[in-house]
């Protein structure tokens, strides 16, 4: 049985496009569109500005047959070393199509770059797949962005554009964006216009550039909730009621599940120490931050199975099973069992 293409890296295909080691055909796809696009971009840019009239060929699958992209895929670049030829929106396509491709695949032509892109999608293909892999093919999967990734994600980035950023930034940063790459390069690249070389990235920083209140976000009412702060809590809640678009409930409520979960977890781990406890909850490093040194003074295992169902009780009736409460009254009503769960079943 036939072994599985191993996709290359986003930075490693980056890599080999910069330093002009190019394949003769490249398949990318996945439901991380952002990554896509970025690639599509430098594929783009092989070809000079001034020769793409001639050189390069974008085709959209819904638009074209088969046939044409491989006629297209044949002909030789005109006073070029390559010509590139795009196939975009190709997971549209079923897999009769699309396989069609496998007859160009069988022998590509060494000066086209062909390349099959599927935004959002993994393609539905195998034969084209299998003649283009034996036939030094390269495979790019772009997978959504885990929750829990756009921390190093958001460092990572802000690093390579020479800049830094206080935890507590960064904590806001990956509440706002979540797991959108298209936004958190965005969003960060705002900061990066606005900044000079080396400068520090702070909450006051964010909330001028990008908007994020510096007092009143998801960070600050886990905060809240991990000193039992009832009265930050609920004005926080008050300026989320007031401006629902830029603090939507189903962040809140995911932010705050994550919270109390993570504190059951370390008040059932063993070893106490911060390394450990950063660990039980796939935390890197081996630093704490204060919210969970807090909680877990203030809150017991039986009042967080409590708080825990009480947080599942409210997300349900979001989506209207039981309630068609406002949101927002859901919220109140989930951080008042929050702050007075007595922690018994």
Not at 4 to 10: G, L
Not at 99 to 110: K, V
Not at 267 to 276: F, G, I, P, R, W
Request: charge should be neutral; proline fraction near 5%.
């Amino acid at each position: 049985m036939a072994k599985a293409p191993k996709p290359v890296t986003f930075d490693e295909l980056k890599s080999q496009l910069k330093s002009r080691r190019f394949s003769p055909i490249y398949i990318l796809h996945g439901e991380e569109g952002y990554y896509i696009d970025e690639l599509l971009k430098e594929f783009t840019e092989i070809i000079p500005e001034a020769d793409r009239d001639f050189n390069l060929y974008t085709f959209y699958a819904p638009e074209v047959e088969m046939d044409t992209v491989m006629d297209a895929c044949r002909r030789y670049p005109m006073m070029s070393d390559y010509q590139v030829v795009i196939l975009k929106e190709a997971q549209t396509l079923p897999q009769t199509v699309l396989d069609r491709l496998h007859l160009y695949a069988q022998q590509p032509t060494p000066t086209t770059i062909l390349v099959v892109s599927g935004r959002g999608a993994k393609l539905k293909t195998k034969e084209f797949m299998a003649q283009a892999m034996t036939h030094g093919g390269v495979l790019f999967e772009s997978n959504k962005l885990k929750e829990g990734s756009a921390n190093n994600i958001i460092s990572g980035f802000i690093k390579e554009k020479g800049l830094n950023i206080e935890p507590k930034g960064l904590s806001m940063l990956c509440d706002y964006v979540g797991t959108d790459l298209s936004r958190i390069y965005n969003e960060v690249s705002k900061l990066t216009v606005a900044l000079p070389q080396g400068a520090m990235i702070t909450p006051e920083t964010i909330e001028k550039h990008i908007g994020i209140s510096k007092d009143y976000n998801n960070f600050e009412l886990v905060n809240a909730l991990s000193n039992k702060n009832a009265k930050m809590a609920f004005t926080i809640l008050d300026h989320f009621r007031s401006d629902p678009k830029n603090n939507p409930f189903v962040v809140t409520i995911s932010m705050v599940w994550n919270f109390f979960s993570n504190l059951l977890v370390m008040l059932y781990t063993k070893d106490k120490n911060e390394a450990s406890l950063c660990s039980a909850i796939g935390r890197k490093g081996n630093w704490l931050p204060p919210d969970y040194k807090n909680g877990m003074k203030n809150y017991n295992a039986w009042q967080l199975i409590e708080i825990l169902r009480v947080i599942r009780r409210a997300d349900a009736s979001s989506k209207g099973v039981g309630s068609r409460m406002d949101p927002y009254d859901q919220l109140h009503d989930m951080i008042y069992h929050i702050l007075t769960a007595p922690g018994k079943i």
